[in-house]
């Protein structure tokens, strides 16, 4: 037996509805907004923007032998290993 999909809900504010209302499918289109965006989450924080007390713990190991540094071409920050 299939699962009906879960219906979730949010608000947007007006300029942000100006912009999505005239999408034809606005459902797969925030579907597929969604799941590229979780492709980009940070894997330590899982995208809260923090890092808990053990979390930073092992970050602080890990930077012992890494930097974070400017990509010379693209100007994005990256990890370095230190060895």
Same mark, same amino acid.
């Given at each position: 037996?299939?699962?009906?999909?879960?219906?979730?809900?949010?608000?947007?504010?007006?300029?942000?509805?100006?912009?999505?209302?005239?999408?034809?499918?606005?459902?797969?289109?925030?579907?597929? =907004?969604?799941? %590229? =965006?979780?492709?980009?989450?940070?894997?330590?924080?899982?995208?809260?923007?923090? /890092?808990?007390?053990?979390?930073?713990?092992?970050?602080? %190991?890990?930077?012992?032998?890494?930097?974070?540094?400017?990509?010379?071409?693209?100007?994005?920050?990256? /990890?370095?290993?230190?060895?």
């Amino acid at each position: 037996m299939k699962k009906k999909p879960e219906v979730i809900t949010f608000k947007v504010d007006e300029s942000l509805h100006a912009i999505i209302k005239d999408i034809p499918n606005r459902s797969e289109f925030i579907r597929s =907004a969604i799941i %590229n =965006a979780l492709g980009s989450i940070c894997p330590l924080c899982n995208g809260t923007g923090m /890092l808990n007390p053990e979390q930073k713990r092992h970050w602080d %190991n890990f930077t012992t032998d890494h930097s974070v540094q400017t990509c010379d071409e693209c100007q994005e920050r990256i /990890l370095v290993c230190s060895k």
